[in-house]
């Protein structure tokens, strides 16, 4: 015959076990919340805690279930960090999110009559929060404001048509923001000026890492294992011979431009090559003995300039030095055919390399 668990047995282990949970998530809870967004709600000090008048009223609260009331009457000190819990919460959702801002555009120039969104954090409970949405529009100076809104924090993104605004980059949010008219958050949007045709590629690369320089041609969306005068990079990866390579070494990555150069990007607004500051070489060293030694050099951004101004772009590689017993170069490239410094995208006028389309329009 099986022998049966008696129901309150069960139910005391299942009211244990919760409480087990309970009070391992709430010993993970910070004393304090930060965030990058300027609602932060305050350190919760000793002069929150509950008295035990406070206490006896939160155990005999209606909302209390019999397990909790059990629960909590075991351990004082498990509902004393509750309540400190639901008193955090409580705060950061009064916090004062009052912002001021101002939208400008590359040229630093106000942009007049943008749409902004600014949306709250609410916490909810343990394990759920909502919020908030609030919209104004910035005014003939490029200045907009909240003001008499409360959360535990803010995020404000603006939208304009004929403008774009890279969310990956928000201001400098610190969670000491104080508000302050006088000295606004800026948010830099990019004023478009049309796309015009470009063409794409993406291609994962294997390369001989002794150092022999290999061609690629952006435009055709192929790599030659050797340096000749037709194409846009020559790329070369040195380190030890060996397939079996294990711990650091040294090892070394080469980018030349043909006929012109390239320039490090930010990764933000790659909607414009610049005009000048191109070098025609970049070179990555990596010594074994270096305590920051990298196995890869990873999403490098440049702009480049190639075949004497007939080609404008901007390209992501990573370097693997050891890779599958050999090395590899990914690389991802947007370039403009017609010797124009133009970026812009649109899908529409997007063309993959080596596709029939894809060819110089240059008249340089």
Request: aromatic share 12%; proline share 8%.
């Amino acid at each position: 015959m099986k022998k049966r668990w008696p129901f309150w047995t069960l139910l005391l282990a299942l009211i244990g076990l919760g409480c087990w949970w309970l009070l391992h998530y709430l010993a993970s809870l910070p004393t304090s919340h930060s965030s990058v967004n300027p609602g932060v709600p305050p350190n919760i000090s000793q002069d929150v805690y509950p008295s035990p008048v406070e206490l006896a009223a939160f155990l005999n609260a209606p909302e209390r279930t019999a397990a909790e009331k059990e629960a909590f009457q075991k351990n004082p000190g498990l509902a004393l960090k509750y309540m400190t819990y639901l008193a955090m919460r409580a705060a950061g959702n009064a916090a004062d999110l009052t912002f001021y801002g101002k939208v400008v555009d590359q040229y630093g120039q106000p942009v007049v009559g943008a749409r902004i969104l600014g949306r709250t954090l609410l916490y909810v409970s343990m394990d759920a929060s909502g919020g908030d949405s609030y919209y104004t529009d910035s005014d003939a100076d490029g200045l907009f404001k909240f003001v008499g809104i409360h959360g535990a924090s803010l995020t404000v993104t603006p939208q304009k048509a004929g403008y774009e605004y890279n969310p990956r980059l928000p201001p400098n949010w610190t969670e000491n923001y104080v508000p302050d008219p006088a000295n606004p958050m800026v948010f830099t949007m990019w004023k478009t000026q049309g796309a015009e045709l470009l063409i794409q590629d993406e291609k994962f690369y294997g390369l001989n890492p002794d150092g022999r320089t290999n061609t690629i041609d952006l435009v055709k969306g192929i790599a030659t294992g050797r340096p000749i005068p037709e194409g846009d990079l020559q790329v070369s990866i040195q380190r030890p011979a060996g397939n079996n390579l294990r711990g650091k070494f040294d090892w070394s990555f080469s980018i030349e431009i043909l006929g012109g150069g390239l320039v490090e990007a930010p990764d933000s607004y790659l909607n414009l090559a610049p005009e000048n500051g191109y070098q025609p070489k970049y070179t990555f060293t990596m010594s074994a003995s270096d305590p920051n030694w990298q196995e890869e050099l990873q999403d490098k951004i440049f702009y480049i300039k190639s075949r004497e101004g007939k080609i404008y772009g901007y390209i992501k590689i990573t370097a693997i030095p050891n890779y599958n017993d050999t090395s590899a170069l990914d690389i991802k490239s947007f370039v403009n055919p017609a010797g124009s410094r133009n970026l812009e995208q649109d899908p529409k006028m997007v063309i993959r390399a080596g596709s029939p389309d894809a060819k110089l329009t240059s008249t340089n």
